[in-house]
């Protein structure tokens, strides 16, 4: 089974330019997770019929964040959002600028074998301006899918807006204690693997210059000047049912690049 993950910046924009089209043609995901698709559904004109669709848009925000899940199989069921359950426990409340579980950031598909959640993790912002938000975020992710998997095995993925280690960025020096690659968003990612999960890239790659997104500036894009931000983490329970994890970095449309997985589920 194939699974990707891409923030896609914008679902109207990226098929306007004819790469989602490009995308699923070649690459047929059998599940496929978008983060900051900008648009509810029925906003984007999408001919899929072999794919069911899940939408989760911003409920206070038009045209920001928001997630979809395009399904071959259909889930038994989906959670939208994070569930207060969480959101109480990791004292996640709402800052300056919004409150993210209004924001459509995380849908969860829950299939026979296993659960699929896809989310975008909330910016920290120049200045760590929302890292408090961030951090409560997180808390709440990483207690929400350590519950699901006591159930059966997570499938996380996702923009998680942090660069975990110094491999993850081609620039670490300049950028240590900013935002994306703070002491606290790492420390956020490690709780992830604390809790029980693993980073199925570096299950089969290591070493430094495979990115998922690049700025607009100084042509970074095509001197690989990147940061692996995008992730498909997954239970230490079927890690040895994940085949493959991979950067497709030659898929244009948006400033990031899809990630999948192959797994045997």
Known sequence: MKIFSWNINGIRAVIKKGELQKFIAEYDPDILCLQETKAEQGQAEIDLPQYEEYWNSSRTKKGYSGTAIFSKIKPISIINDIPE???????LVA?????????GRVITAEYE???VVTAYTPNAKDGLARIT????FDRAMTLFCADLQKTKPVIYCGDMNVAHTEDDLANPK???????????????FDNWLSAGFVDTFRLFTQ???????????AKSRERNVGWRIDYFLASEAIKDKIKSAEIHASQLGSDHCPVSIKVDL
């Open 113 to 115: 074998d296993y659960y």
């Open 207 to 217: 070493g430094n210059g495979h990115y998922t997104w690049w700025s607009h500036f």
């Open 133 to 136: 938000q961030r951090q409560q």
């Open 95 to 103: 800052d300056n600028y919004g409150f993210s579980n209004d924001e």
């Open 85 to 91: 359950k969480f959101v109480n426990a990791s004292g």
């Open 174 to 188: 300049p950028n240590i204690g900013k935002k994306g690659f703070s002491n606290e968003e790492r420390a956020g």
